[in-house]
C-alpha cells in the first residue's frame, strides 16, 4: 500500500520524505561542524600567559596574550605557561656538624625568566608538569642548606641566615637557567631547633646576661671608687694650698704687725730724745701695759714673769735690741 501526499501538485512519498529530513539533519551537521572549524581557528591567550603550540606532537610555535589564529584539527596547544611570579612555601630538617637539628621554614620566589620563545620551550619541555617542577626545586633548594648546614656548628647556625640565603642562591641559579626559571627571592622565616637545645641556648644567654651585669657592675663600682678617691686628693690639695695661703698672710700679718709696733716706737724714742726724756721710759711702759694686758684677758693660764731687778733689766736689754733691729731695717 503506497501512501502519497499531495501538496501545491506535488506529491510526496514517504521515500521522498525520508530523504529531505535526511538532506536538512546533514546540512545542520554540517554547518556546526563549519562553525566548530571556525571558532577553533582562533585561541585567546590572556595576559601573563604564553600557550606552546605543537602540530603533531612536534613543537610548532608560542602563542602571546591576545586572539591567535591556530590550524584547526591539527596544531594543539600542548601547554599553557605562566610567566608571572610564584611562590612557595618550604618546611625541611638539617643537622649541623656538633649533631643539632636544625628546623627551616622558608618562602621561595621565582619565576620565568623571560617570554623569549627559546626560554619558553625548556620551560614547556624540562619537566612533564608544573608539579614534578616544584618537587626537584624544592629538593634541590633543601639539598643544598643541608650541605652548608652540615658544615657549621649549632651556636653558628642563627647568625648565617643572610649566608645561608647566598649560598644556596649560588647553587640553584645555574640550575633554574637550565629549566628557564629564574630566582628571585629566597627568605628564611625561622630557625628553630629541639626543645632541649632550645633551653640550653636560653641558659647560656641568660648566665651571659648575668656576666655582663656583674661586669658591669663591678666597673661602675671601680669607676665611683676612682673618682671618690680623686675627689678627696683634689680636695686634700685644695686645703693644703689654702691652709698654706693661710699660714702665709698670717705671717705677713704678724711681721706687718711688729714693723709698725717697731716703727711707732722709734717714732717715740726720737721725741723723747727731742724733749730730752729717758727712752727707757717707754720700755718701761710697755713692760707694765704687757703685765695688765696678761692680767685683764688671761683665762687661767699661768705666766711665769721674773720679777727681780736682773729679770727686768734683761728683759729691757731684749725690747732695746729688738728695737734697734727694728730701726735698723727702716
Known amino acids: 500500500m503506497v501512501i502519497s ?3 501545491k501538485n506535488r506529491t510526496f512519498t514517504p521515500a521522498n520524505i525520508y530523504y529531505m529530513e535526511s538532506i536538512n539533519v546533514f546540512n545542520v551537521v554540517g554547518a556546526l561542524l563549519v562553525l566548530f572549524v571556525l571558532l577553533s581557528c582562533w585561541v585567546s591567550v590572556n595576559q601573563g600567559y604564553i ?8 613543537y610548532r610555535r608560542i602563542l602571546r596574550p591576545g586572539l591567535n589564529f591556530k590550524i584547526p584539527l591539527l596544531e594543539q596547544v600542548y601547554k599553557k605557561i605562566s610567566i608571572q611570579n610564584r611562590s612557595v612555601e618550604l618546611e ?16 621561595l620566589l621565582y619565576a620565568v625568566q623571560n617570554a623569549d620563545e627559546e626560554t619558553v620551550k625548556r620551560v614547556a619541555f624540562k619537566f612533564i608538569s608544573d608539579r614534578d617542577l616544584m618537587q626537584a626545586l624544592t629538593r ?66 641568660a648566665s651571659n646576661n648575668l656576666k655582663a651585669a656583674a661586669e658591669n657592675e663591678g666597673q661602675a663600682l671601680l669607676i665611683t671608687k676612682t673618682k671618690a678617691a680623686e675627689a678627696e686628693g683634689n680636695a686634700i690639695k685644695i686645703s693644703a694650698g689654702a691652709e698654706r695661703e693661710a699660714a702665709r698672710l698670717r705671717g705677713q700679718g704678724v711681721a706687718l704687725f711688729r714693723q ?23 720700755l718701761f711702759s710697755m713692760w707694765t701695759e704687757a703685765i695688765k694686758n696678761f692680767a685683764e ?23 732695746q735690741s729688738l728695737m734697734v733691729k727694728a730701726s735698723g731695717t727702716n
Open 51 to 58: 600557550y606552546v603550540v605543537t602540530l603533531f606532537g612536534k
Open 140 to 205: 634541590t633548594i633543601e639539598g643544598s642548606i643541608r650541605s652548608f648546614v652540615a658544615t657549621k656548628k649549632q651556636a653558628e647556625i642563627l647568625g648565617l641566615r643572610k649566608d645561608i640565603v647566598e649560598f644556596v642562591k649560588d647553587q640553584i641559579d645555574k640550575s633554574l637557567e637550565d629549566w628557564g626559571y629564574h630566582l628571585m627571592d629566597l627568605q628564611i622565616n625561622d630557625i628553630t631547633f629541639d626543645k632541649a637545645i632550645l633551653e640550653s641556648m636560653s641558659r647560656v644567654v
Open 5 to 7: 501526499t499531495k501538496v
Open 260 to 282: 709698725e709696733v717697731a716703727h711707732g716706737m722709734s717714732e717715740a724714742a726720737e721725741e723723747m730724745k727731742k724733749a730730752n726724756l729717758d727712752t727707757n721710759v717707754i
Open 297 to 319: 684677758v688671761g683665762k687661767g693660764n699661768i705666766i711665769f714673769l721674773d720679777g727681780s731687778s736682773q729679770g727686768m733689766e734683761n728683759t729691757m736689754r731684749q725690747i
Open 92 to 107: 625541611f630538617q638539617a643537622v649541623t656538624s656538633d649533631q643539632a637539628n636544625v628546623y627551616f621554614k622558608s618562602m
